[in-house]
């Protein structure tokens, strides 16, 4: 009977240990960026941004640089970047949604809203972020950011909507990898010099 109840109490031993070690490891994936017991919705949208990085590397030539989740803050406004691609032609925000549902919102609005149905048949609404008024916000503090270091470039913004289910028709809304393409390779302005572009991707980089 006494060794029944060892062998219990040592298989107890046991079972809290390894719970402590799921608990434990839990907890560190979720602060640290790891995926055990990771919100679906946080993952959805990692998803989105590495199709996303792959559909603009793409489409990206020799001279041009991508980075990725460029942390950035101008007078304390801090600023996350998905995408920033630099090359002669200047310097490109590509910030990276992927909405998935119908999307209702006017090009103005501060917020958008998002219907999508479930497979039971039943329509959830959620409010999102209108990604026109994010990428401005943006595209104001990377410029002023660098103007800060002595760089005075012409800054361009665009949201890709990786599901193409924008609301709205508007130059800073891009759906393919065409679109990419023309966005970040037409000349509009003066063509950036080879110093200029070195200065800004050890900034970013």
């Known amino acids: ?29 979720s602060t640290h960026g790891g995926t055990l017991f990771e919100d679906p919705k946080r993952t959805a949208g990692k998803y989105g941004e590495l199709r996303a990085t792959s559909v603009i590397k793409s489409v990206l030539r020799d001279d041009d640089s ?7 803050i101008y007078e304390d406004r801090p600023a996350e970047l998905d995408c920033v691609v630099v ?18 919102g006017k090009e103005n609005d501060y917020e958008w809203k998002k ?5 039971a048949g039943n329509i959830y609404e959620k409010t999102v972020k209108n990604p026109i008024k994010q990428v401005n916000r943006q595209v104001y ?10 760089i005075r470039v012409w800054v361009k913004g665009y949201a890709l909507l990786m599901q193409g289910n924008s609301p ?17 390779h037409t000349r509009d302005r003066e063509l950036l010099s080879q110093n200029t572009i070195e200065q800004i991707k050890k900034l970013l980089g």
């Not at 991508?66 to 950035?72: A, R, T």
């Not at 090359?87 to 209702?104: C, D, L, S, T």
């Open 1 to 29: 009977y006494k060794r029944q109840l060892l062998y219990i109490a040592i298989i107890a031993l046991i079972v809290i240990i390894i719970v402590s070690i799921l608990v434990s490891n839990g907890n560190s994936n």
């Open 66 to 72: 991508l980075f990725s989740n460029v942390s950035i």
């Open 87 to 104: 090359n002669r032609y200047g310097v490109f925000i590509i910030e990276v949604k992927n909405y998935a549902g119908y999307i209702v």
């Open 115 to 119: 219907y999508k149905m479930t497979d």
């Open 141 to 150: 503090l990377l410029a002023k950011y660098l103007n800060y270091y002595g």
């Open 168 to 184: 709205v028709n508007n130059e800073n809304i891009l759906r393919n990898a065409g679109e990419i393409d023309k966005a970040i």
